[in-house]
């Protein structure tokens, strides 16, 4: 049997996928239920991202419980709401006096032009991902949020003329 050479290989680390295999959408849980210390490199031309800020190091939370990988576009950030539910009920996020505060950054992917555009990740989607982590090697590839990735979409879209314009004639 091969090492783990996945994600989980780390201590307190679990991984869990939630994948819409008809929608070709789904969502991916990175579960440190123990508290890690985060961080982000935001990229992209439209990034969709929920409690990111959270990540900087001047900020008041200083730990992170999971985060969120979601297909779907900005409708995937509501897998988020799954995760914090999973979390708060096992009492685990930021001792914040009267309550703990799930702390859980997530980020999407657009994935809307590659299966159905009306399947999206959702609470429940989320909340299963959570159920199925483990600590396991992780599955890898097209399965939770990878399930509808792509790439090379703004070359292909840069290479297609724009409505209403012709395409230059060759020589």
């Known amino acids: 049997m091969s090492p783990n050479e996945t994600l ?10 939630a994948t819409d295999p008809v929608g070709l959408t789904g969502c991916t849980v990175i579960l440190c239920e123990g508290g890690a210390t985060g961080g982000v490199d935001q990229r992209g031309g439209a990034p969709g991202t929920r409690e990111t800020d959270l990540l900087r190091p001047m900020h008041l939370v200083q730990k992170v419980h999971a985060v969120l990988l979601a297909g779907g576009s900005a409708f995937g950030l509501s897998a988020a709401d799954g995760v914090v539910r ?13 309550a703990r505060v799930p702390i ?6 657009f994935d809307l032009g590659v299966g159905d555009a009306k399947a999206r990740p959702d ?3 989320g909340y299963a991902a959570c159920q199925a982590a483990g600590e396991g090697p992780v599955a890898e590839g097209n399965v939770g949020a990878g399930t509808g990735c ?5 070359l292909v879209r840069a290479a297609q003329p724009r409505r209403g314009s012709a395409r230059p004639a060759s020589r």
């Open 150 to 154: 792509s790439v090379g979409k703004f």
């Open 123 to 125: 609470s429940q989607m």
């Open 104 to 109: 859980v950054p997530a980020a999407i992917l």
């Open 8 to 17: 989980t290989a780390v201590p307190g680390i679990k991984v869990g996928h």
């Open 86 to 98: 999973y979390l708060a009920e096992r009492n685990i996020g930021f001792n914040a006096g009267s």
